[in-house]
């Protein structure tokens, strides 16, 4: 019998089905995997489902659970060969004199790759230190460079909404977030304020932004005349969440109405609003 299990794995997260017989994992289990990487750790997120006509050869696996040995060895990995290994590249990279930041080293469990994760304004020639690394270790050396935004998602951890970071949790891609989903919210343009622990635009900006579109939809523009039970007014302005309207009538008063009480636009046909 054949089933499929999404697990979590790598440093950044990764999430994809992996194939296996085993019909009683459960939800946080941890599991060794064969990734297209190699064999690593990771953590079940969903219950096994199970699977008919199933192309075992192109699935990739799910191995076992964790055992007590691999648990051993995955603490060893973590708190004494991953320290040693940022520790010799961090200083290579300084005696090379190399234009870029290591921020993070992953050591698969199987031992046959190691990569270290780096920032950088621009390409670096990173050919000899691979050598140092590759003549140290005895293993296949990846480097990959990486942008702010995945630094954040490797090292920090909340954010001051008080959870931690959407990217560090359960965000896949990273996906632009633009100046234009910050104005249609209408939040301050304080970069300190929108602007995340990587220092770009926040993320939950982009995810909220979808409501936000759906609401101002449904509002008269700035500018045009509306039918109000006050009588005739321009819109000067309006709230999305709250749905409110900032009117000013034709003997000068302002005044706030409910979108739903708009009910005529200047051509007379019926506003599209509430």
């Known amino acids: 019998m054949t089933y499929t299990a999404k697990v979590r794995y790598g440093l950044m997260k990764f999430v994809k089905d992996f194939c296996s017989d085993l019909p009683d994992l459960r939800i946080g289990d941890r ?3 064969g990734s297209e990487r190699g ?13 008919h006509g199933c192309d075992c050869s192109s699935c990739p696996k799910l191995v076992r659970k964790t055992t007590e040995e691999d648990e051993k060895q995955l603490e060893q990995i973590e708190e004494e060969l991953i320290p040693k290994e940022y520790r010799f590249c961090a200083e290579r990279i300084r005696e090379l004199k190399l234009p870029m930041k290591l921020t993070s080293v992953e050591h698969l469990h199987d031992a046959k790759k190691i990569i270290f994760y780096f920032v950088s304004q621009g390409r ?8 140092d690394l590759a003549r140290e270790y005895k293993t296949r050396i990846e480097m990959r460079q990486i942008g702010v935004r995945d630094e954040a998602r490797l090292l920090a951890s909340y954010q001051r909404c008080g959870r931690e970071l959407c990217c560090k949790t359960w965000m896949k891609d990273l996906e632009p977030v633009t100046m234009k989903m910050a104005k249609n919210q209408k939040a301050t343009l304080d970069p300190s304020k929108i602007s995340g622990r990587c220092g770009r635009l926040m993320c939950c900006l982009r995810y909220e932004n979808g409501v936000y579109e759906d609401l101002k939809s449904t509002l008269p523009k700035k500018g045009c ?22 009117v000013q009538t034709n003997d000068e008063r302002i005044l706030f109405v409910d979108a739903k009480d708009i009910i005529k636009s200047n051509d007379g046909n019926k506003q599209a609003v509430g």
């Open 31 to 33: 599991v060794i995997i």
């Open 39 to 51: 064999q690593e750790a990771g953590e079940v997120l969903t219950p096994p489902r199970e699977v």
């Open 124 to 131: 670096v020639d990173f050919r000899e230190l691979v050598k």
């Open 225 to 246: 005349e509306v039918s109000t039970p006050h009588g005739r007014a321009k819109v000067l302005d309006y709230e999305i969440l709250r749905q409110k309207v900032t």
